[in-house]
Nanobody
Framework: QVQLVESGGGVVQAGDSLRLSCAAAGLTFSYSDMAWFRQAPGKEREIVAAIGWNGVLTVYADSVKGRFTISRTNVKSTVYLQMNSLEPEDTGVYYC??????????????????????WGQGTQVTVSS
């Protein structure tokens, strides 16, 4: 059974930083693409960042480019999201997601939540102004 467990959320002020972690179990992590999604109140869930199985390919939402960094360590089966210069608009529940790796040419185009098979329970991030 696949388990994805997020941690690191919290309440911060605008301009602060947070690092989210997602520990994976039950899947072949080193052959899995991983991603972070978020859902703000009253809005649909959206992709924040994704990273390919070997850490080479990454995708970011335009709204977080230059502020957020996704990374992974296959030895620990963990994916991270470093969030800097946080803004109130970053508030939401952040979900870790995983899937069996896709071919390189499909990585960037397949970043909808329906493209991911495994999900964590989510961690709340609240940014106050």
């Amino acid at each position: 059974q696949v388990q994805l467990v997020e941690s690191g959320g919290g309440v911060v002020q605008a301009g602060d930083s947070l690092r989210l972690s997602c520990a994976a179990a039950g899947l072949t992590f080193s052959y899995s693409d991983m991603a972070w999604f978020r859902q703000a109140p009253g809005k649909e869930r959206e992709i924040v960042a994704a990273i390919g199985w070997n850490g080479v390919l990454t995708v970011y939402a335009d709204s977080v480019k230059g502020r957020f960094t996704i990374s992974r360590t296959n030895v620990k089966s963990t994916v991270y999201l470093q969030m800097n210069s946080l803004e109130p608009e970053d508030t939401g529940v952040y979900y870790c997601a995983g899937r069996a790796r896709v071919i390189t040419s499909q990585f960037s185009s397949q970043q909808r939540d329906s493209d991911y098979a495994y999900w964590g329970q989510g961690t709340q991030v609240t940014v106050s102004s």
